[in-house]
């Protein structure tokens, strides 16, 4: 499944394929959010979570870019 046919799902069925084919790779933690990003098929999702409640507040979809920038250096590429 590529990005396009992933975002085609109902917003359900992406967190439930998240949840079952997803692999965590890292967090990155700020003041007031922390930020898990996944691998998924050929594409990675970064979920965002409040702090204080840790609960879910967005989800972002992305194949490479500046949405990598955050996690460089907390990502070993070749134990992957």
Known sequence: MGLYE???LT?????????KNGAFLTH???PKKKFS?????????EVELDVKTNKIIGKGC???GT????????IDIYKL
Request: charged letters at 20%; aromatic letters at 26%; hydrophobic letters at 50%.
């Open 6 to 8: 992933y975002m085609m």
């Open 11 to 19: 917003e359900e069925e992406q967190w439930n394929n998240l949840w």
């Open 28 to 30: 990155h933690i700020e």
């Open 37 to 45: 990003l996944y691998a998924l098929y050929a594409f990675f999702v």
């Open 62 to 64: 992305f194949e490479t």
């Open 67 to 74: 949405a990598l920038d955050r996690y460089a250096g907390s």
